[in-house]
């Protein structure tokens, strides 16, 4: 990861695109610090991460990365209100005990917040569950519903509708396929919650919503 | 108490020559056993002005011994100071003239290591109250001529900062590129990121903690009490009376050392293995392998450390209370500009991973730069000093990405 990564998981390249040049990140959910590590290579970003396990905390710092051991769910709220510009969330949420305080954190930590997640209302996931009567279990998700860490699967519906109650403005949203290329439907819409296999979203806190 | 603990005969070693041309002998004319001349730098500080303890009293001039690896370069932007624990001393990377076992960090310090002296100047100081050549209460009072004693000024985590940064002055320094150490150590670091963040670019605390706790203020109390208890420590004025308090001091590192293993670590090392005999001796011999062990562990300790300095250092240590100072933890690093990276090791119970953990916390608090990691050790909280390559890599990894970060050339 040494030297200048330009090449990342093309989700993540998504996420990367949203960040201004130059501006103070929080990745929370970093594991091996790819995103951080590409933010300031290519866009001078003041990073920060927290990752939940101590491997994926080891080899952040081994790249020179500020990465500290620490859980989403309990160690947001040490952190004082407006410290980051954005606060990143990849494909963590799901694996949250309360994702709805977690965003809530986000929100008020970070100018902008960034959330990408896996959307359970893909067509695939509802045909596992439909025809076969069972918790899907694939490639994108590959834990058995006994032994997975993802214990808060949501629709993008779920989403909006939360991010709409919590007074969290849209800024931008991607629905992505499995590959995390774009599919270009409308993020809040009926098609993309089928179709999309995951999604991106970048969200700034309402008016009135400002503390 | 072994017999070889009553009278050790006092181990004189030819050092090398003093670098500077100092004469080391001279401070040492209050000891009664024969002055050796010590390897490295001594300077005079305090000479203009003298240092403001936090107990009050005006110390100066007074000698601080240190040791340098590496060249500092031209803008002064490539030192580290390493900063020793408690029963440490300046000799970082080189055979100790005294114990003559390799340096205390030669695992870390010297050319291609994390602390890399092609590319870094590693500086470290014998601390404020040490017996290698900085002042401490084996020294002579000059009010009086007789070593200080117990009339040593009691001394604080942040006076050693304070000569430190009188040190750092003196090299010309503006910025240490770093400030790091394990246990003391760690406290030096914190402090010296609190008291003078401008003057740091990067701190790294190992296995450390933002105050000495009462298990281990605890601790150190049983040490001081083995050493007051001794007859031979004649209330401090050993040196007058041609004794060392030597069974004290000895009884003190072992209840340490035992503080600096783990349960896991003993039980490898030694288990219930009897030391050179196949049974029990219904007796009080060191029957145990562990109790052997223990004893050459203080009999060693007495050669090369002086009992009051003990005293002193280890109160430091348990004054030791960032919160107390600053109001709390969180602002002590209001601001900070300063890039952390704290270590803790798992087996270590003398500075558990939590005491690491809610300096982090203080340091998100105030959105500092942060990294933090727990290595997976069995070998308490020694291990900050043992081959841990995972910790060796980390350490790399954070000097080099803060070296990305200040624009430190790589020589």
Redesign the interface.
Known sequence: MNGTTSSIRVDLQLIADMVEPGSRVLDVGCGDGALLQHLWKTKGV?G?GIELS?TG??A???????????DADT?LK???SD??DYVILSQTLQATHNPRTVLDHMARIGKRSIVSFPNFGYWRVRSSLFFIGRMPVNEKLPHQWYNTPNIHFCTIRDFVVLGREMNLHVERGLALNGDGLRLGLDPAGVLANLLAEQAVFLLRRSHTNER | MPAACQHLPARVRAGKKSLTGHDFNSSYAAMSEPAFPLPGHRIELGVDEKLRLDCGIALGPFPVAYQTYGTLNADKSNAILVCHALTGDQFVAETHPISGKPGWWDLMVGPGKPLDTDRYFVICANVLGGCLGTVGPKDANPATGKPYGLSFPVITIADMVRAQRLLIDHLGIDQLFAVMGGSMGAMQALDWAARYPERVFAAVPIAGAARHSAQNIAFHEVGRQAIMADPDWHGGDYLLHDTRPHRGLAVARMAAHITYLSETALHRKFGRNLQDRDTLTYGFDADFQVESYLRHQGITFVERFDANSYLYITRAMDYFDLAAEFGTVAAAFENTPVRFCLVSFTSDWLFPTPESRAVVHALNAVAANVSFVEIESDKGHDAFLLDEPEFRDVLSGFLNGCAEHKGLKAT
């Open positions: 003041d920060r101590q905390v080891n952040c710092v081994r790249n020179g990365l500020s990465v500290i051991q620490g160690d040490d952190y004082p410290a980051f």
